[in-house]
């Protein structure tokens, strides 16, 4: 209505009031109801809740309810034996497979699977898996190769970057796989051989940009220093580039591989053995429980952001080889 009209008719304009003002009240009341409103949870909360749940139906409860049933059960203890399991497949033959070695074939088959699938039926508009592979190959592309060695180096090393993130990740998750239980990767082999791989890369990426000769005198001599201290700084600039690098790579990812098996193989002999333990000590099984879902969700952490280090210190050695000093 407008001014004239509202002027012409003030009874009108009084009810035309009254009614603006109750339109408002009522919109304003539908906005704090959708504002009481929980927003729905995405779909990867419910997928990560599943998984927790399923490793918590398949892992703790068996493992909890055994020792509840038979007070004589033998609580295992954890230590370094857990890392050398007994052979389950093909004893006494050169074939002879352990839980880990199982492991390792796992993540390998499964990965190459996974790529292969989705690679022969990509589709403009993706499904869920095709969109997650591409968000998790998308960053490490331009989130880590791009980011440090340049648009076009970045995408050239984008395929070992992958490799290696895909890779660490995958033996890093079996740690929280029903009847594996233990990260492929907190044995040495898996963390040396992934090492060797970025240890090559970045060798060979400083030859083929530097050439051989003036890629070892960048790495050995570094320039502007008086050539006497050369005696003291080049040894020291060999052991940093041609050994420590390669070493602190596997040593780092080995290291907190352990350490996460260990913190959830404690927790979980804990809430075991104070099942056993005597009335007054049954209750505080519930806290080392606890524990030991916080301690697995902690793994899962460790396991992707592990990944990332591992990808991301290759993706700097290989900058570090093809730039010049």
Known sequence: ???????????????????????????????????????PKPTWW?????????????TFVPGLLSPARDPQYVVHQPGLGDFFPEPVLFEGTPFQMSRLVIARLLVAVTLVIVFY???????????????????????????????????SRGKRYSTILGFVFF??????????IPGIDIAASSVVAVPIT??????VTFIVAGIKARGGARFLREQLFPPGVPWPLYI????????????IRPLT???RL?????AGHMLLALSYFGTQTLLLATMFMKPLAILTFGASIVATLFEIFVAALQAYVFTILTAVYIKMSVESH
């Open 1 to 39: 209505m407008t001014p004239d009209i509202r002027r012409r008719c003030p009874l009108s304009s009084s009810a035309l009031a009254v009614s603006e003002v109750e339109t408002s009240s009522t919109l304003s009341k539908e906005n704090q109801n959708r504002a009481g409103k929980k927003a």
């Open 46 to 58: 419910w997928v990560g809740l599943g998984v927790l749940l399923a490793v918590i139906a398949i």
């Open 117 to 151: 699938l989705i690679a022969r039926n990509l589709k403009m508009r993706p499904g869920r898996t095709q969109w997650i592979m591409e968000f998790l190959a998308g960053f490490v592309r331009d989130s880590i190769g791009v980011e440090l060695l340049g648009t």
């Open 167 to 176: 890779g660490v990740l995958g033996m890093n998750l079996t740690g929280i």
């Open 194 to 199: 992934f090492a060797v791989v970025a240890y």
């Open 232 to 243: 003291l700084l080049t040894p020291i600039e060999f052991i940093s580039t041609f050994v």
């Open 249 to 251: 790579l596997a040593i």
């Open 254 to 258: 080995l290291a907190n591989m352990m």
